[in-house]
């Protein structure tokens, strides 16, 4: 019993930092469950609370902190990194610079200054630049039908700097936008610590993809606008409220031949039940790529499905093309006042034309889930679908959408 109590003081110390910068609200009530918890889980949970609120560490601060996570699906299970913050002109601002290294080798370094309280505490704007150099990132192939026997790698660099801005109507109801600009990513072989021995190389496995025909990959101009409205609870670990959201994006080559606009829905909901004591999360995600009959997607920007937080249970990115569909539902029950066990379902596709769209690729599993009141910390899930069974071990709770947070551009595509 001590291993796993040990492992949950980790975690929640690692995790704590990223769940704490969420808007302060109201103390939670005692959480339900159906068995009184081991007091060596809730002594853990309350030395995490204790330690991470005070020191130089605490979000916020100024100073140097340790950064984790904050990498792409496939970096591994864990990504750690040195970072800075400092408030300026009168903590109107702060700037912000950290780097990275993952478990697989997976590099980033970002720096942003920010104006997080503008037009009354309504505005937020800024800037951010960020340098990426992801080592094992998969690919199959195009379309619903891509062999698991084609599995490939490639390693991805790219640069990316972005100005952005969103504006609070109310608590809820949000619109932001950014834009920015993308240096031609440099697609090479993979490489890095733990990568598969039995992985082919993407640039040879594909060499007829319209990216891969290129000497040097186009830079891009990007941008986004985007419609939110949030009434979640806890966004690292929903039990109640829900979340509708409508995007628009567009990319634009240097070059004619990859210029395209990405359109996409999505909206999710959580039941709590018994106090939540019972919670059923639903969720409805879709992605459309349009670009002219003489116009491409790269690959690396296609849509894509497969990983921990979509069609859990396949490869990570196991599934790429012009147009995606994924729908999901989990259900949990309080166990203990900090753990859940949990059944789940996902179901999607991916295909070239709208049309074609549909549930082609359906996962059934289970898992447990190690949280706060306010984040998931921990989870690992066993899931089935027609490829077989697959245990997964995550930090982050499936229904976060921490995609959502970030103002670059996809580089690779991240379900």
Partial sequence: MIRPCILILLIGLLARPAAAQE?????EPDAPALFDEPG???SAFDFAGRYMSRGVGEPGKDGFYPKVGGMISGAGWIAVGPGYRHHLFGDRAVADVYATVSWRGYLKADASLEFPL???GRLEAGTEAAWQDSTQVNYFGLGPDSSE???SQYRIQSMNIVGYGRYRFTRSLAVAGRLGWLDGPSIQSA???FKPDDSLDTQTTFPDDPAMTLAEQ???VHGETAVTFDTRDYAAHPTRGGLARGSVGWYQADTYRFRFRRYELEGLQAFPMFDRLWVVVVRGWSVFSDAASDQQVPFYMLPSLGGGDSLRGYSNYRFHDRHLLLTGAESRVAIFAHVDAAVFVDSGGVAPRVAD????NTVYGFGVRVHSHSATVARLDVAHNDEGWQMMFRSSDPFSLSRLKRWMAAVPFVP
Avoid at 23 to 27: F, I, L, T
Avoid at 357 to 360: K, M, Q, S
């Fill in 218 to 220: 186009p830079a891009f």
């Fill in 191 to 193: 490489t890095g610590p």
């Fill in 23 to 27: 808007a302060p609200r109201a103390p």
């Fill in 118 to 120: 503008l037009a009354g």
């Fill in 357 to 360: 769209l549909g549930f082609h």
């Fill in 149 to 151: 026997d084609l599995r």
């Fill in 40 to 42: 060596l889980i809730t």
